[in-house]
Structures are given as structure tokens and as C-alpha cells.
T-cell receptor
Framework: NAGVMQNPRHLVRRRGQEARLRCSPM?????VYWYRQLPEEGLKFMVY????????ESGMPKERFSAEFPKEGPSILRIQQVVRGDSAAYFC???????????FGEGSRLTVL | QQQVKQSPQSLIVQKGGISIINCAYE??????FPWYQQFPGKGPALLIA?????SEKKEGRFTISFNKSAKQFSLHIMDSQPGDSATYFC?????????????FGTGTRLQVTL
């Protein structure tokens, strides 16, 4: 049973470009969280998704950021017109939706030049 | 109300000592309290978890103590080892509608010295 797969693991973008981060949850998991982590800091909640539904996006910046989790395929976190402040590690975590263990991916590390 | 307050921010313990990390919460709707361990460059991984109907849970050298009336829970690492050096996050979960939400503490960086 494969774990949570995130790709790319490392992504370099220039200011103004778009970044797309993908997350394939564990088999049987229909709920996905996205978190952002700056170096030496904690996990900042961004968005909580269920397949085809955004449950909570209160942690997402209002502009340039969007997320989706389609019926088929991975969850996508999209950052348009990236700025240097977007440089961070972005973690995806999946679970069944019932109270229980959240399984994290290894993260995608975005560097904006 | 959905926050979990974690302390200390960083902790240095000698090998063989006891590491203690504390968390406090306000929301009585929380029904699941996990602790996650994160090594540099890796994603967090579940270490141990407890539900509010028990006051203590032990797994090897790791113990969660839970005080429901005080709305506090803590992680104790007995016989701390250099390999335990990592960042530890407490968390709390609650149900809302058909979904289950999770909120994290701010993390504690543990360094175990020789």
C-alpha cells in the first residue's frame, strides 16, 4: 500500500511563473489536507479537501492560490504568479475522513528565484 | 477556539533524560489527540495518539498524559536518545458535519545531546 505521494519533490520557479504541486493520497483516502511550512517553523494549514469538494479553505491566501481534488486523479495545489515569499515546503496529508491518523507525504519544496 | 497551544518552542535534553512537551486546548469538541514527529527534510509522521476517554497511553518510551479537566495533554519521552532529535507537533481533531478536522500546535524542536 503506497503512502502519500507528492510531486515534484523540488520545484524551482522564477517570479511570476506558476507552480503546480500534486498529491496522490493513500488508497482508500478521500480527504486531503495541504500545509505550508517555512524553514524552522510549524505547519500552517492551507486547505482541506474532499473529493470534488472544498471543505475548508480558510488558510489559503485569497489571491493566486487555488486547490482542487477531482473525482479522478491527484489533488493539485496551484500557485499563480509566484513571489519569493511563496518559497516553502508544501505538505499534503490524507486520511479516511473519520477521526484518525493523518498520513503525510514527503513534501514539495518550492524555491522562487 | 480551534487552537492548540504548545510549549516549549525548543528543548535540549541530555541522553537518558526525560523530554516533556506540553499542549493545551480550549475546544471541548476535540475528540482525538495525536502527536507527530518530523525529521529535517521529511514529512511529519504519527508517533502516538490518545482519545479523551483515557488518561494515559504508553508506547515504548513514549507516553501521552491527558488531563481532560485541565484541557491539557503532554508527551513524555523516557530515556531520550540522540535519534529522538526532531520536531514534535501536538494536534487535536474534531468532527464537523461529515468531515473531521485537525489543528496542529506550533511545534517543539527537541535536541538530545550526548
Amino acid at each position: 500500500n503506497a503512502g502519500v505521494m507528492q510531486n515534484p519533490r523540488h520545484l524551482v520557479r522564477r517570479r511570476g511563473q506558476e507552480a503546480r504541486l500534486r498529491c496522490s493520497p493513500m488508497k482508500g483516502h478521500s480527504h486531503v489536507y495541504w500545509y505550508r511550512q517555512l524553514p524552522e517553523e510549524g505547519l500552517k494549514f492551507m486547505v482541506y479537501l474532499q473529493k470534488e469538494n472544498i471543505i475548508d479553505e480558510s488558510g489559503m491566501p485569497k489571491e493566486r492560490f487555488s486547490a482542487e481534488f477531482p473525482k479522478e486523479g491527484p489533488s493539485i495545489l496551484r500557485i499563480q504568479q509566484v513571489v519569493r515569499g511563496d518559497s516553502a515546503a508544501y505538505f499534503c496529508a490524507s486520511f479516511t475522513g473519520r477521526t484518525g491518523e493523518l498520513f503525510f507525504g514527503e513534501g514539495s519544496r518550492l524555491t522562487v528565484l | 477556539q480551534q487552537q492548540v497551544k504548545q510549549s516549549p518552542q525548543s528543548l535540549i535534553v541530555q541522553k537518558g533524560g526525560i523530554s516533556i512537551i506540553n499542549c493545551a486546548y480550549e475546544n471541548t469538541a476535540f475528540d482525538y489527540f495525536p502527536w507527530y514527529q518530523q525529521f529535517p527534510g521529511k514529512g511529519p509522521a504519527l508517533l502516538i495518539a490518545i482519545r479523551p476517554d483515557v488518561s494515559e497511553k504508553k508506547e515504548g518510551r513514549f507516553t501521552i498524559s491527558f488531563n481532560k479537566s485541565a484541557k491539557q495533554f503532554s508527551l513524555h519521552i523516557m530515556d531520550s536518545q540522540p535519534g529522538d532529535s526532531a520536531t514534535y507537533f501536538c494536534a487535536a481533531s474534531w468532527r464537523t458535519g461529515t468531515a473531521s478536522k485537525l489543528t496542529f500546535g506550533t511545534g517543539t524542536r527537541l535536541q538530545v545531546t550526548l
